[in-house]
Every structure is written in C-alpha cells, then in structure tokens.
C-alpha cells in the first residue's frame, strides 16, 4: 500500500487520543488547561506517596483555575486528562507500567499496551490535544559521565519538538547542568526564569553560575514571553524555570555529595538507559530520609500552580 502523502489526512482520523470530557470542554471554550505527566507517579516516588502527590498537583492546578490534564498510554492509547481511579490504577502498578518517552508510544500504541509518559512523550501529547501549558517537577537532561556514555535525555530534543510552554524547576541535579543547559541553547530552547536569572537546580535553588537566557517577573510576563515565541516559532517549546519555594528547598551542596554518592552507585551497579533517572531519584530520597521527597512534592505543586498561572495568562 502506498502511505497517504498527507499525514494530516492519513492520520488524524484515526488518532488514537482520548481528550477527557471536562478538558476537551476547556479546550473548547477557550478555558486554561495544563497537562501534567505520569512517570513521576510511576517512577518517581513510591505508593502511596505518588498517589497523594499527583492529586495534590491536580489540586493546585484546580485551585488557580485552570484545568488539570494527566497524560498517560491506556491500552494503547493516548490519553489527554485521567479520572481517579486511573490515576490509582497507575500509582499502584508503578515501577510495573512502562516508562514511555517519545521512542516508546509508537510501540506501546501498535501493542496496545499501557505506558506512563515522561516529559518528553507528555508534551507530544499535549500538543496533539491542543494544550499549550504543562508543568512537571525537573525536566531530564545531559547526564554526568556523558563524555564516556552520551545519555541524554530526549526531554531536551522534545522542548525543540512541540509547542509547550514546560514549567519545572530547571533540570535535576542529578544531572550535569551546565552541560544541559549549553544542549538547551543548543537546541534553541528559551529557558524563561520566573522571578530569577538563576537556572534552578530541581530541588536545590541556583546559583550564579548558571542564568538563563530570559527573565520573567510574573506568571503574566512567562506568558508574554511564551506567546511572543509561538508568533514566530510555532512548533518549539518554552522551558519556564520556576526556583523551589525557599522554605522547602534543600542547599545544593547538601545535594551534591547525595547526589555524587547515587551516581557512583549506579555506575558500580551497571545502571544505564531509561533506568539510570528512577534508580538516582530513588538513591537520592533514602539518602535525604524523605527529605527530598517532601521538597519535590513542594516543587511538584508550585510548578502547578505556575503552569495554571500562565495557563490563565495566555487566555486574558
Ligand atoms: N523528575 C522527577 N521524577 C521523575 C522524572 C523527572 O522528579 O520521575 C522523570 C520525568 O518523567 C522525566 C524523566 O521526563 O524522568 C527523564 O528520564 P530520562 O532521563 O530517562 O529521559
Ligand atoms: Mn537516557
């Protein structure tokens, strides 16, 4: 059989995306909408904590007027917008559900399988359905030891690939940020500090020694901001980088020896690919007893809050 030459044609009639009523109904009215992912429930914490975390972001989204939209793969199928008890469904079976990036939703599509979706694959999926706003906790990035083994996260590739605007609290440390962030510039990504010229450093604030390539003083200037690049880059997206409340973030430098410790375990246990992120966040939470995971809950819910914000902004 000959492929259609128009994808849009060939396609989109049999895309298989469901839009959850109350977002299709946003979206159609003109309502703010931000999408959130699933891999941080599934990979990022442990039940029942993920649960209570990916209400709560729901929660804030809600709470600033806007409407929360969960990404995940359903039996093979794109979802835009999550009821409870899949939420739950997702939480429980956890590390059991695949972690699926932009590489994995064809497979996981033909197969007709579940999948939870990272940064990467949930912005896909947000533009797909039309939302212009996602907030997430870190974005994933270029990975220590890159030199060696060049992981890089396709979250970076992905900013450069849909047009979002991705609020999180920069990039994680466990990562090589500046590294990350030189890919970002690389890629033509506009990294937008909300109320800071510092690159955040997840759950650790920034520092000097790593800005970013635009500031923005309010969640109306970030979308001012984001607008102004659709105008003329209607298919990229926007890292918004939005610091983690003071009274919850944890000193990089406390950080970094947590940090440098997980790495060094990982490497000595052979851990690569798409398994290195949850093995470091998982090291990282036991060493900080529980620490962190309070602190990336708190990033988790500000970044929401954010997003909603913009979300909001974008429709004044
Ligand atoms: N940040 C967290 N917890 C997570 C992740 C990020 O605090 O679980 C996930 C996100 O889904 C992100 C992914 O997109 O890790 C990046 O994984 P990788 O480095 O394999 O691309
Ligand atoms: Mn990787």
Redesign the pocket.
Known sequence: MIPDPNPRTAVLPSLPLDVAPEVAAALAAGRPVVAL?S??IT??MPWPQNLETALRVEAAVRDAGAVPATVAVRGGRLQAGLPAEALEHLARRGLAVA?A?RRDLARLVAAGQDGAT???ATMIVAALAGIRVFA?????GV?RGWTARPDV???LSGMAHAPVAVVSAGA?SILDLPATVEALDALGVPVVGLGTGRFPR?ISPGDDSLGVSAVAADAREAARLCAAHWRFMPSTGVLVANPPPDDQAIPATEMESVVAHAVADAARQGIRG?A???FL?AAVQRATGGRATAA?VAVLAANAHAGAEIACALHS
Do not use: M, Q, Y
């Not at 997430?136 to 994933?140: A, E, Q, R």
């Open positions: 992912e891999t941080i990979h990022g972690k990036s990272t940064v990467a997430t906790g870190g974005i994933g990975h996260s396709a979250d994680k997840f798409a290195i992120t949850p966040l990336n």
